[in-house]
């Protein structure tokens, strides 16, 4: 199973940046999927999650700017980030609680990382 993140870059504070990430590979469902954020010297923390039917939830930080989604169909996550601030500067991972068969359990797995730079 792999996760591929696109759509980070450098913005000014204000501005808006969506990032996707689609799960490929030997996949029987996804239960959760989510995006975590890292910034320098800090542990990474979490951003916002989806449940498969569609359950939301976000860092108190993030409430009311951003928005995660998904598309079932496509296996892919997505998080629009609006009215950005500096502090939303970090390397965006995404998260995926996959089953690769019927009666396997569930198991973590994570993007690469996405930059996301918010500059002032």
């Known amino acids: 199973v792999q996760l591929q993140a696109s759509g980070g870059g450098l913005v000014q504070a204000g501005g808006s940046l969506r990032l996707s990430c689609a799960a490929s590979?030997?996949?029987?469902?996804?239960?959760?999927m989510g995006w975590y954020r890292q910034a320098p010297g800090k542990q990474r923390e979490l951003v916002a999650t989806?449940?498969?039917?569609?359950?939301?939830n976000y860092a108190d930080s993030v409430k009311g700017r951003f928005t995660v989604s998904r598309d079932n169909a496509k296996n892919t996550v997505y998080l629009q980030m609006n009215s950005l601030k500096p502090d939303d500067t970090g390397v965006y991972y995404c998260?995926?609680?996959?089953?690769?068969?019927?009666?396997?359990?569930?198991?973590?797995?994570w993007g690469q990382g996405t930059q996301v730079t918010v500059s002032s």
């Open positions: 590979g030997s996949i029987f469902s996804i239960n959760a």
């Open positions: 989806i449940t498969s039917g569609g359950s939301t």
């Open positions: 998260n995926a609680e996959v089953r690769v068969t019927m009666i396997s359990r569930a198991f973590a797995y």
